[in-house]
């Protein structure tokens, strides 16, 4: 007896899967995530595509070394192109985070800006770079995908703390100043203006 046609369901067959690409889930064939965020970056929006992977980040089941296994073995694949660029953020930044903030501290002083003290202490916290007489910091992250929530919650309440102390803080990733330090070091400046201004009319004024 014939199939009957089922129009919200498409077949699509692939002779490169390999075991690496194959999982079960509750009993049912289905491919890894890796391999699934592959065929479905031919198809769908990046911003779906980027939705997808975080969502996976969140369930612990994102896997670096998987996707980059996956994007290896299928570079004429439709949809590489656009995983790997989705991929760009969740690969580790070249430099350490000593040679970060050089690089970020010579950006600064190549642009003009005032400078800035580094390991400076404010309430209980060390912050990366400082400018104390505006209470305005960067902080450095260097990503790492680790899948644990607890550095997450940490520093958001490091930032609250920092807040209530009357500092504000911005963050640079390190891929983020790898790609664009002309944009990064712009908007720090930026910031630097905005915190000035806001002091000079009355805001914060904490010792």
């Known amino acids: ?59 612990r089941a994102f896997d670096l070394a998987d996707f980059r296994s996956v994007l290896a073995r299928n570079r004429g694949h439709r949809g590489a192109a656009r995983l790997e660029l989705a991929l760009a953020i969740y690969e580790p930044p070249r430099l350490t985070r000593s040679e970060l903030e050089r690089e970020f501290l010579r950006l600064a002083e190549q642009r003009g800006l005032p ?15 400082y400018w104390p007489e505006l209470r305005f910091a960067v902080e ?18 490091r930032d609250e ?7 504000e803080l911005t963050r640079v990733t390190g891929r983020r100043l790898e790609r664009e330090p002309r944009q990064v070091i712009e908007r720090v400046a930026r910031l630097l203006d905005q915190r000035r201004e806001q002091l000079g009319r009355g805001g914060w004024a904490g010792g």
């Open 161 to 167: 703390e920092l807040k209530l102390a009357g500092v």
């Open 140 to 157: 450095l992250d260097v990503y790492a995908t680790h899948g644990a929530h607890e550095p997450f919650e940490e520093d958001r309440l």
């Open 115 to 129: 400078q800035a003290v580094t390991a400076f202490n404010v309430a209980g916290y060390e912050l990366d770079v």
């Open 1 to 59: 007896m014939p199939r009957k046609r089922r129009d919200a369901i498409r077949i699509h067959r692939s002779r490169t899967l390999i075991d690496a690409d194959r999982a079960l889930e509750r009993g049912i064939p289905v491919t890894s995530v890796a391999r699934t965020a592959l065929d479905l970056a031919a198809i769908v929006r990046f911003r779906n595509l980027r939705r997808l992977i975080r969502r996976s980040e969140e369930l």
